[in-house]
Each structure stands twice: as C-alpha cells, then as structure tokens.
C-alpha cells in the first residue's frame, strides 16, 4: 500500500497547501489597511499577522488532510486498485488505517501549533494590550514627531524627540479626545485605565466645552470586541489533531466501503465533516454551554462521511448512471 500512502500524501500536501494560500490571501486582505498607512508601523501589525497566520495553518490542516485523503482513496477507486487490495483479503478498515502515517505525520504539525502558540487562547484585551505597548515601545528613538495607530483599538501613540509618547483616543461616543500618558485595557475591552489623563469635550449644541486633568481615570462600559477561545493552547491543539486523526479515518472508511469513485461524492466526504467541525467550534466558543461539549465534535467528524456517502450514494443509485452504466458508488 506504498502507492497509496505516496498518493495520499500528495493530495493532502496539495489540498493543504491550496487552503492555506487562500486563508492567507484572506488574511492579507485583512492586514492590507494596516500595512498601507504610515502610522502602523510593522512592529505592531506583525503579532496580529502572526496569530492570523497560525489559524489559517490549522484550519488549512484540518480541511486539507482528510479532503486529501478522500481524493486520493477516489483515485484508487476509479482505477480500481481498492477492488484489488479488497479481493486480496484487505478490509474497508484496513484500507484506511493503512494511511495513518499521512494523517499521523501532519497532525503533529496542528498538535505543534496548539502547544507552541497560545494567541487565540488569550481574551482579547491581554492581546490588544500586548499590541498598545509594541505601538509605545515603537516611539522610543524617534528623531522626529510621529503618530502610531493601533488600529484594533482605535488608539494613536503621539512619539516627541525626548519627551515621553502619549496616547490619544475618541472620546466613547464622539465629541472629543482622551491624552495620556499610560492606557491599560480590561481583559474583555470593556473597560480601561488611564494614567496622567487630559479629557477635552468640544461644546456642542446643548453643553459647553469640557476640559479635565485627572492623574487615573477608569472607564467602564465600553462595547467588547471579539473574545479568546475558551481552550487553552494545549487542549486545542489536541482536539484539533483529533479531529484531523477522526476525520481523514471516517472519510477514508467511508468511501472504501461504498466504493465512491465520482469526485461529486468523494468532494463533499472529505470536505463537510472538517468544515462541520470548524463551525461547531466557533459556535460553543460563543456560547456559554461546558467546555466538555468540545470533546463531544469528533463524534460529528465521524458520523459525517457515513451520513454523506449514504445520502448521496443513495440518490446517486436511484437517479444517475455512468455512461457504461455502473451507478456513481
């Protein structure tokens, strides 16, 4: 079954690669404003990057493999060598536990990727925090007068030769300005501390002109932005390469034992269980249901293949034909 290994692992690394060329032309689309304007300096946009770049990895892993996997055992179908290896006494089981080197070898990437960077697993705040203070590091040194934006909070360093960088932010809800000297953010963004503050309001149809100095200042009440996943590092790269290990498994027996041999089935088998798994995810990071949910997503990875190759190859039995007659599985 060498050839079929060599074949499975071109597919994977060809499907994996297409996945993640374009979650990485998405993320750049994403990034494009901050590399354009000056006053993002790249010190500050390349923690962002990095972290986009880590979850394309992963997401490409988790579709491209099994999606792989799943062409390649289609192409072994068509040419009838799964026939063969089953007439010489290999099972359905068999055929696809036989590629666990593909899978096994390119899940230790997705397991490497959990452990090793934790980014996703922060609150939000910590990480656009630790992007505020690469923005203030940035105006140390400066020769002359700059301005650097962080965009994800809508915050701007002002850098003077000499002197200490303030910040200035909107005031919440327009009208005016906020400079400081020190901005730290709650971890949830709904709240920050200022340090050495001056708040000016502009006067305005019903107020006058507004202008305080305060040495702290909290404010609390601010709309969230985004939130961290509610696994740790570890505990999402492990699931991850589970899922990897479930479905390229579950897709793999799926069409063996049926026999798919159309791309119009073995597509959808190799594709819909890792997709599935990505929004069932998404969804319970959002929610507030136990983290113990999560260990209970492989079990989709696994009944998907099965429920899409009996789905199609049941229509595909009662309504279509090849041109030699053979049902399409």
Known sequence: MGGLRRRALFYSGGTTGAVFALATAAASIRLLPWWLSRDVPLEVSLPFAMALLAASLEASLLVGVPFGIALALGVAAERGELRTLQALGASPQRIAASLWPVFGALSVIVLALGWGWDARSEPPGRFAQALVEEARTSCYGATNPRAVTVPMVNVTWLCFPGKKPKVAAPVPGGGGWIIAEQLTLSEDLRALTLREALVRIRAGAARPEVRVAVHDADLR???????????????????TALLLWVASLAAGYAIVRAGVERLAIVAPVGLLPPVSCIVAISRLDASSL????????????LAMPLLVVAVACGIARRWARGANGRALC
């Open 290 to 301: 136990p983290t113990a949910l999560f260990w209970c997503v492989p079990a989709l990875a």
């Open 221 to 239: 009440g601010l709309p969230g932005w985004g939130r961290g996943t509610r696994l740790g590092g570890a505990m999402r790269g492990s699931l």
